[in-house]
């Protein structure tokens, strides 16, 4: 059993203001694997004040940029000590599939690299030539912290998204507050450790497991400088109208209904095998997964059996075994609106190829899913245009390669998406007219030197690298 009895406030293990521990429960048996104290709106005035004292101090922004990246290279080296570790916590917590959270854990050494890099080689302070040689005003533009950040990250990928803003934030300068998921109190309370251990200034750092009410106080709170979101677009919505009427600085990535073409020439077996990892990562509780399937008329019933062969070969059941696959959702009720869109499906007139409503055999302890594949589906579909966030998968078929690209483009999302093809200039050129803010050709990996971010619905603002970076900044123009 693990316990977290306190709350991580401004670098310190101190007494939360609700003594009650909430119970952690598997999602792949319902029993209790840890409890952990829940912030309260009075431990978010502790953790908000604690940010703004120090933040106020200058002690942490004044410290010159190399310092700050080294104690971040610290913290990024005690990270990947504790990789191990870390992907069982969040297995435990979210029933991730035990294969995705080590896959995933060098792509958080990749990531925070990406930014430490970036930070190296930012222009924190740059002299401007005058655009006309003979004026006697010179331009000194500096980047400054912003100040006290609140970052708020959903349950299913949380350190991904925890240190994609708290590395930046703090490597700018700034003071941050974290606000983490109930669900997740194990690892982020384990990551909460790590972050002690780098001797960060007091009052730089808070993490905080609490619900969506306490959430809101956080980030409506007038100390708050600027709001780094990720989660559900409809909870994105609230926030930029909050940061709105508050002037608060605001970045949001948000959902996702990527799409992945395949293109007449592509090789159908290869295209598959990267829709296993592309589509149905962490058990299609994924913003980025590619859950829509554009398959060419010609060849739709060829992509449509292979994908049929392709999920029903892979194994459901403990995230724990080596074997394993997909594991349950995170929670009883995630589980059930994954499974009344299954029945939505079947009931807009999709074909069902395989999978259903029902509950795998032998799981019915679990959050269990069975993994879906639906055929012959409209575009115009609910199961088509709606966030599922579960391994359900449609496959849409299209005429000539314009069609294609307009049904791709039929989303009020627009986050990620994918081209498969034997011509990689072809597929760049098609990669060209989606309107998503991040698109891979051939399954190739996300690149964390590049931004990473939504169009229309899928947010506001880029994260990772020097564009990510500069989010947590703001510009100062001095002249003389």
Same mark, same amino acid.
């Given at each position: 059993?693990?316990?977290?009895?306190?709350?991580?406030?401004?670098?310190?293990?101190?007494?939360?203001?609700?003594?009650?521990?909430?119970?952690?429960?598997?999602?792949?048996?319902?029993?209790?694997?840890?409890?952990?104290?829940?912030?309260?709106?009075?431990?978010?005035?502790?953790?908000?004040?604690?940010?703004?004292?120090?933040?106020?101090?200058?002690?942490?922004?004044?410290?010159?940029?190399?310092?700050?990246?080294?104690?971040?290279?610290?913290?990024?080296?005690?990270?990947?000590?504790?990789?191990?570790?870390?992907?069982?916590?969040?297995?435990?917590?979210?029933?991730?599939?035990?294969?995705?959270?080590?896959?995933?854990?060098?792509?958080?050494?990749?990531?925070?690299?990406?930014?430490?890099?970036?930070?190296?080689?930012?222009?924190?302070?740059?002299? @401007?030539?005058?655009?006309?040689?003979?004026?006697?005003?010179?331009?000194?533009?500096?980047?400054?912290?912003?100040?006290?950040?609140?970052?708020?990250?959903?349950?299913?990928?949380?350190? &991904?998204?925890?240190?994609?803003?708290?590395?930046?934030?703090?490597?700018?300068?700034?003071?941050?507050? @974290?606000?983490?998921?109930?669900?997740?109190?194990?690892?982020?309370?384990?990551?909460?450790?790590?972050?002690?251990?780098?001797?960060?200034?007091?009052?730089?750092?808070?993490?905080?497991?609490?619900?969506?009410?306490?959430?809101?106080? @956080?980030?409506?709170?007038?100390?708050?400088?600027?709001?780094?979101?990720?989660?559900?677009?409809?909870?994105?919505?609230?926030?930029?109208?909050?940061?709105?009427?508050?002037?608060?600085?605001?970045?949001?990535?948000?959902?996702?209904? &990527?799409?992945?073409?395949?293109?007449?020439?592509?090789?159908?077996?290869?295209?598959?095998?990267?829709?296993?990892?592309?589509?149905?990562?962490?058990?299609?509780? &994924?913003?980025?997964?590619?859950?829509?399937?554009?398959?060419?008329?010609?060849?739709?019933?060829?992509?449509?059996?292979?994908?049929?062969?392709?999920?029903? &070969?892979?194994?459901?059941?403990?995230?724990?075994?080596?074997?394993?696959?997909?594991?349950?959702?995170?929670?009883?009720?995630?589980?059930?609106?994954?499974?009344?869109?299954?029945?939505?499906?079947?009931?807009?007139?999709?074909?069902?190829?395989?999978?259903?409503?029902?509950?795998?055999?032998?799981?019915?302890?679990?959050?269990?899913?069975?993994?879906?594949?639906?055929?012959?589906?409209?575009?115009?579909?609910?199961?088509?245009?709606?966030?599922?966030?579960?391994?359900? @998968?449609?496959?849409?078929?299209?005429?000539?390669?314009?069609?294609?690209?307009?049904?791709?483009?039929?989303?009020?999302?627009?986050?990620?998406?994918?081209?498969?093809?034997?011509?990689?200039?072809?597929?760049?050129?098609?990669?060209?007219?989606?309107?998503?803010?991040?698109?891979?050709?051939?399954?190739?990996?996300?690149?964390?030197?590049?931004?990473?971010?939504?169009?229309?619905?899928?947010?506001?603002?880029?994260?990772?690298?020097?564009?990510?970076?500069?989010?947590?900044?703001?510009?100062?123009?001095?002249?003389?």
């Amino acid at each position: 059993m693990i316990i977290y009895d306190r709350l991580f406030i401004g670098g310190s293990w101190v007494e939360p203001s609700d003594p009650e521990l909430l119970d952690i429960v598997s999602p792949h048996d319902q029993s209790v694997v840890g409890r952990a104290a829940q912030a309260h709106p009075a431990d978010i005035e502790r953790a908000v004040a604690a940010a703004r004292a120090s933040f106020e101090a200058g002690v942490w922004r004044s410290t010159p940029p190399a310092e700050r990246i080294a104690v971040l290279r610290r913290f990024n080296a005690l990270r990947e000590g504790n990789a191990e570790k870390i992907a069982h916590l969040i297995s435990l917590e979210t029933g991730s599939a035990g294969w995705f959270t080590r896959a995933g854990q060098p792509g958080l050494t990749r990531q925070a690299n990406a930014y430490l890099k970036a930070a190296e080689e930012f222009g924190w302070e740059e002299t @401007l030539v005058p655009s006309d040689p003979a004026s006697p005003v010179r331009s000194v533009v500096r980047r400054e912290a912003v100040g006290v950040v609140a970052a708020v990250i959903p349950w299913n990928s949380p350190f &991904s998204s925890a240190t994609s803003k708290i590395i930046p934030a703090l490597v700018a300068g700034n003071s941050v507050v @974290l606000k983490v998921s109930p669900e997740n109190s194990l690892s982020m309370g384990f990551l909460a450790e790590l972050l002690e251990r780098v001797d960060l200034p007091e009052g730089v750092i808070s993490v905080l497991p609490a619900d969506r009410e306490t959430s809101e106080y @956080l980030v409506s709170h007038k100390e708050v400088d600027k709001i780094a979101f990720t989660g559900s677009t409809g909870a994105g919505r609230r926030i930029a109208s909050i940061a709105g009427e508050q002037l608060k600085r605001v970045s949001l990535e948000l959902g996702g209904k &990527s799409a992945a073409i395949i293109l007449p020439d592509a090789d159908i077996e290869k295209a598959v095998a990267g829709v296993k990892f592309g589509s149905l990562l962490n058990n299609g509780e &994924s913003c980025i997964a590619q859950t829509r399937i554009l398959a060419p008329r010609s060849r739709y019933e060829e992509v449509v059996a292979a994908l049929k062969e392709l999920v029903e &070969s892979l194994k459901v059941g403990d995230p724990g075994a080596p074997d394993t696959f997909i594991g349950p959702m995170i929670r009883p009720d995630q589980q059930e609106r994954v499974r009344n869109y299954i029945q939505l499906g079947i009931e807009e007139g999709a074909r069902l190829v395989t999978g259903g409503p029902q509950i795998p055999e032998g799981l019915e302890k679990g959050n269990y899913v069975t993994p879906t594949v639906f055929a012959d589906v409209d575009s115009s579909m609910r199961i088509a245009q709606e966030e599922i966030f579960g391994p359900v @998968l449609v496959v849409i078929a299209y005429d000539e390669e314009d069609d294609a690209v307009r049904i791709a483009n039929d989303s009020e999302y627009g986050l990620s998406g994918g081209v498969w093809s034997s011509d990689e200039e072809h597929s760049l050129a098609v990669a060209r007219r989606i309107r998503t803010g991040t698109i891979t050709v051939n399954g190739a990996p996300l690149a964390f030197d590049g931004p990473f971010g939504g169009f229309k619905a899928s947010g506001i603002g880029r994260e990772y690298g020097a564009v990510g970076l500069g989010t947590y900044t703001e510009y100062k123009t001095i002249t003389l």
